[in-house]
């Protein structure tokens, strides 16, 4: 895309689509004078909700990557074009999303160290965390309560009725199936949140046991192949609701929603799986036949090793993952054979979203204030 001044007019030329022509009143919102933002926060000193409707360019000029505006309520402002085919063209964080399955050998990791999220390595490695959904930090502080440091670096903890951050491993009369030995199946975490954290950090502290591996599924690109294949199925997966339960002993959390959630342009936005807290709706039969076939393919793919990755996080390993793409699980281990010890917490997405931009204002990468 670029953009060029005809007539006074500015126009967003796109290839091989119709070009057409910003509106006066877009262009004028995003004036950053001193009278009309304020220089500390970025924030408008005024509401533009009433700004002349009939507002007109009385002048355009383009030169070395700007452009310079008059408008016919005697404004004038300087765009950077740049700045204006980010805002035109960016809606998520990156654009080459990756799907990936078994075969995605090499996981991106990267090397912890001290003020990594103020540098350009850590643009780097978010930008990876988007494409793939995951990223392990190596060598992180094998500290009890170090995640809430790290967490709070990127932006802030989002608590859970499990606290801030949480302890998993082996614990007498545990309140969830992640504080045991035994295997946990492919899953999403909190599916019965409002809203569902958006983004889970896990740090391991000790790993001493020959089992619990831990295992990744992307559910997007389960998603991408359902739809592909059993197209059928894959539609009524994105159309039923399904209830998710968590009961304990002071508190009794729900919430409903697709095993396949889409956006408004129908592309995969959150898949949502947990078979130890679903519990389907009494829909008409046929249909509900057709969403038992469907619910029993998808947790086919998910724990298909066609889709699988397993690994064995080490003392110092952090993994980051996005909740609503993901899945999790582990496989069992001998509590006996020694320590297996997690410290977990989550963040939502804002968070390493306004961390990725922050850097690329920081950088001069794709964005400036």
Known sequence: MKIEVVNNNVILVKPSKENFEIHPLWLRERAKTNELV???????????????????????????????????????????????????????????????DSGFKKKPEIMYEENIFEKKIMYDTLQD??????????????????????????????????????????????NDLAYTSIALTPHTDNPYRKPI???????????EVQGGLSTLVDGFAVADHLKKKYPDLFKILTKTKVRFRFVDKTIILENWGELIELDQNNKVKQVRYSTRLDYVPAIEKKELEKFYQARKLISKLYSSSDFEIRFKLQKGDLLMMDNHRLLHGR????????????????????????????LERKFGLKWKK
Request: glycine residues 6%.
């Open 38 to 100: 304020d220089k500390y926060n970025d924030q408008r000193l005024y509401d533009p909700s009433q700004l002349d409707q009939n507002l007109k360019i009385q002048k355009a000029k383009m030169s070395n990557g700007h452009i310079e505006i008059e408008f016919t309520d005697g404004i004038k402002f300087k765009f950077e074009v740049n700045n204006l085919l980010y805002e035109l063209n960016k809606n998520e964080p990156i654009e080459d999303i990756v799907f990936w």
């Open 129 to 174: 965390f988007y494409r793939y959904g995951f990223v392990i930090f190596k060598n992180v502080p094998a500290e009890d309560n170090y995640i809430v440091k790290f967490a709070n670096s990127i932006g802030t903890i989002r608590p859970t009725n499990f606290g801030e951050s949480f302890s998993v491993k082996s614990i007498p009369k545990p």
């Open 331 to 358: 496989t069992a281990y001998n509590a006996n054979e020694g320590n297996r010890y997690l410290k977990g917490c989550y963040i939502d997405h804002d968070s390493t979203e306004g961390r990725l931009r922050h």
């Open 197 to 207: 954290p958006c983004i889970q950090l896990l740090h391991c502290i000790e790993n």
